[in-house]
């Protein structure tokens, strides 16, 4: 069978470094944050181009505190795509506030910007952009629509690590980003993980004390800004006690493993490389699959796309992925239930029809293989199927 993802490869290929690198771990004692753990964050945020990187639990995490840090909370509203993975809507459940779902557009898979603008009201607090399949959004229009409406920027990059909008990676093209380091994405670690980048110093502190229980000097920063109120630190006495045993704010428990933090270590710099390598396997599906009936993906010119997954369109979608699971192909489908159909928002009032390409692509896309480690032959195989599927 020739898969969709694949993690054995690549950690065949780096067995001896990633190995050692978690070794190195287990004998230091040191398992939650710590020193792998800063230097990773140094090494993500100088990776992205921003200043500072904030290493949590996963990218569900990341996506809930990057939207508290950002003063999202109960009774706001924030606009996102109904064309993602659940966690970007439900991050915004989960922290009280309203997702308000705006389409994709057809050939990009992305949020369609000019759909945003009559989303807005009074409660709008932020915009989550979703840099889908690899893929950055429209990111000038965004920024330009939440600047005209005072509105935060939170980019979901969880499936675009190092991917590029006009030459700037994703993870600084808003106020803050969001990454997952789930095993299968571009970027992944050995479990779960994931990480906010910010240039924003206040989010940043904010987000230090998110992912540890809202304590310690952070959390009181974060009291302050939400309270709206000076707060100095010399005023708090912590009686000769650990700070981190003081708490401001509602926080989580989420924070990033030394271990996952080492293995990314071992990872981070082969990202561009495997990056490049899913763009050059892209360029040959692009320009080899010439079956008329299948539609290929679109990257607009300002885009670096990564190719986390390699998605195409077909009015036959559902025999394709039977013909090609006949000769050994394995395929997927993101998403099969566009967000504002899921069942757990139906008190939101959406309806089939509302997000007319969202659900399109729901019925008729279908992922096909696409890692850096795929072969030759595989890739050979993977467009002889479909070339020669007739539907
Ligand atoms: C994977 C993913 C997430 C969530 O990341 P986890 O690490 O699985 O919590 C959020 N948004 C998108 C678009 C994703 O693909």
């Not at 009201?121 to 939440?146: F, S, W």
Request: proline share 3%.
């Amino acid at each position: 069978m020739i898969p969709l993802m694949n993690l054995d490869r690549q950690y065949a290929n780096l067995q001896e470094k990633l190995d050692a690198a978690a070794l190195k771990v287990l004998h230091s004692g040191n398992y939650i944050l710590g020193e792998e753990v800063t230097e990773f964050e140094k090494e993500f945020a100088a990776y992205c181009g921003v200043k500072y990187a904030v290493g949590v639990g996963n990218g569900t995490d990341a996506l809930v505190i990057a939207l508290q840090a950002c003063g999202v909370k109960a009774g706001d509203e924030v606009i996102t795509c109904a064309m993602s993975f659940f966690a970007t809507a439900e991050a915004v459940g989960v922290v009280g506030a309203k997702p308000v779902f705006v389409d994709c557009t057809k050939d990009t898979y992305l949020i369609d910007v000019d759909a945003i603008e009559e989303k807005i009201t009074d409660k709008t607090k932020a915009i989550i952009p979703i840099h889908l399949y690899g893929q950055c959004a429209n990111m000038d229009k965004v920024r330009e629509i939440a600047k005209k409406h005072n509105l935060m920027v939170i980019e979901d990059a969880a499936q675009a690590a190092g991917a590029e909008y006009n030459g700037k990676k994703a993870g600084s093209l808003g106020d803050v980003g969001c990454f997952s380091f789930f095993p299968t994405k571009n970027l992944g670690c050995a479990g779960d993980g994931g990480i906010i980048t910010t240039d924003n110093e206040e989010i940043y502190k904010q987000c230090l004390a998110l992912r540890v229980h809202g304590s310690g000097l952070n959390g009181l920063f974060t009291y302050g800004k939400r309270k709206n109120i000076e707060v100095s630190e010399e005023k708090v006495d912590f009686n000769g006690n650990l700070p981190k045993y003081y708490n401001f704010v509602l926080g989580h428990n989420s924070r990033l493993d030394a271990l996952q933090a080492a293995l990314l270590r071992v990872k981070l710099p082969h990202l561009e490389e495997w990056n490049e390598t899913r763009r050059k396997y892209a360029e040959e599906y692009n320009e080899k699959i010439n079956n008329p009936v299948i539609l290929k993906p679109v990257c607009k010119n300002e885009n670096l796309h990564i190719y986390y997954v390699y998605v195409i369109v077909t009015e036959k979608r559902d025999e394709l992925r039977d013909a090609m699971k006949e000769a050994g192909i394995a395929t997927g489908v993101y998403f099969p239930v566009p967000l504002h159909l899921q069942r757990v928002f139906e008190d939101l009032g959406y309806k089939a029809g509302d997000m007319p390409n969202a659900e399109y692509l729901a019925a008729h896309s279908l992922a096909i293989p696409m890692f850096a480690e795929l072969t030759e032959e595989e890739r050979k195989k993977v467009i002889d199927v479909i070339n020669n599927f007739e539907g």
